[in-house]
């Protein structure tokens, strides 16, 4: 009897599972406007009240006047509100703006600022909250 058995073939390792790239990872052009935008408009109707209008644009940031990217929402009765990133990436710095019955922003706050990570899900519950605690959001 001889020792010459060779040793056991090892496993091939098994194929390393591809994780799907987060939608947070979709350049910023698209993630706004086809993913932000839909999400939000669904989280605000599911109030029960009037949906706003929404548009993604670079323009003039409420109150200071420089150029960024953002989320413009209006509500019937004039009442709008402008989420703002000062780049075309959604952890850059944000602000959030809001003004009632026609009247011009006065104020900008600094939002999510304290967050490791924006996600979808982080944005859009943010803005909601936001909306809400200014009782813009159902029968409030």
Do not use: H, Y
């Not at 056991?8 to 939608?23: D, I, N």
């Not at 990436?89 to 490791?116: Q, W, Y």
């Amino acid at each position: 009897m001889s020792d010459s058995a060779s040793p056991a073939p090892k496993p091939a390792p098994a194929a390393a599972k591809v994780k799907p790239p987060a939608l947070e990872d979709k350049p910023f052009a698209e993630f706004i406007p086809e993913i932000f935008l839909p999400a939000l408009l669904k989280a605000i109707s599911a109030f029960g009240g009037a949906t706003p209008q929404l548009s993604f644009v670079q323009a003039a940031m409420p109150v200071v006047g420089s150029s960024c990217w953002q989320v413009m929402g209006t509500f019937p009765g004039e009442r709008r509100f402008w989420l703002c990133f000062t780049e075309a990436s959604i952890s850059s710095a944000k602000t959030i703006s809001l003004a009632e019955g026609g009247s011009e922003p006065s104020l900008l706050e600094s939002f999510l600022i304290d967050e490791k990570k924006t996600t979808l899900p982080l944005l859009v519950s943010r803005v909601v909250s936001r909306l809400n605690s200014q009782k813009w959001l159902g029968p409030n």
